[in-house]
């Protein structure tokens, strides 16, 4: 059996996340999944057949919201673990500049990375606002608990920015997914959570200069 820092053919692992930073992204994971399915059962009758994952229509509209407060929550603590890796700096506008260097694979031509590269910031701060998009437009069109406090007009408001929000989420997730299966070694950070050296080296130089400057002090 290999030891949790080497990998089965005794090269080392350097730890990327930690088993709360993976149980929190994967929670958020899971509700998001959860809510696309039921989302789009209530949105359009050519998908309602997807209510059945949610034991129908009855329960697909209580349940909803109630995952969605859970997928908010759990993406706010997301958010403050990782906010600090997530600051744009010059060399993250220049990465943007050579986006034909970066969809050409040729990582050595570019600035070096850091924990995150300016593609994965970017797509963060979409994620937050779309997530703010979908609580606040969602609370409004609860019709159980909140939306006959508002006049018709903000409930219809309401109603297609939660749509357009979650557009937006879907459309940022499926990026995501593609991104983390096509530089591969990602998923495995996000589920073993460690790395090799050499995807550290590849992919996030910077960050792994700073891992190894800081395992030697
Ligand atoms: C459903 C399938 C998903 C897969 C396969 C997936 C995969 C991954 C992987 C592999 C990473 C690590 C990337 C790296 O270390 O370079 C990651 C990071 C991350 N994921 Fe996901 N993810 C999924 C869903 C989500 C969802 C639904 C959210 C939030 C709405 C989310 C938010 C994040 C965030 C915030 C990070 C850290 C990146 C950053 O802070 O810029 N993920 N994900």
Not at 23 to 31: L, Q, R
Not at 164 to 176: M, P
Request: net charge positive.
């Amino acid at each position: 059996m290999s030891s949790p820092n080497r990998d089965k053919d005794g090269n080392p692992l350097i730890q990327r996340y930690t088993k709360n930073d993976r149980s929190n992204h994967w929670v958020t994971a899971i509700c998001f999944v959860l809510l696309a399915v039921s989302g789009l059962a209530m949105f359009h009758p050519a998908t309602s057949w997807l209510a059945v994952f949610l034991g129908g229509g009855q329960w697909t509209r209580i349940l909803h919201p109630f995952i969605g407060l859970v997928m908010f929550v759990s993406f706010a603590l997301l958010v403050v673990r990782f906010w600090h890796h997530n600051h744009i700096d010059a060399a993250d506008k220049q990465w943007l500049r050579q986006m034909d260097d970066v969809l050409n694979n040729r990582e050595d031509k570019l600035p070096k990375i850091g924990m995150y590269n300016a593609g994965q910031k970017l797509l963060f701060f979409v994620l937050i606002a779309s997530m703010c998009g979908l609580l606040l437009s969602g609370i409004v069109i609860w019709r159980a608990y909140f939306a006959f406090y508002f006049p018709i007009e903000v409930v219809r408001f309401a109603a297609l920015l939660h749509a357009f929000s979650a557009f937006v989420l879907i459309c940022s997730i499926i990026v995501h997914i593609y991104a983390a299966f096509w530089v591969k070694g990602s998923i495995g950070a996000m589920v073993r959570g460690t790395v090799t050296y050499g995807w550290a080296r590849k992919h996030h130089p910077r960050w792994f200069e700073e891992v190894v400057r800081k395992s030697q002090d």
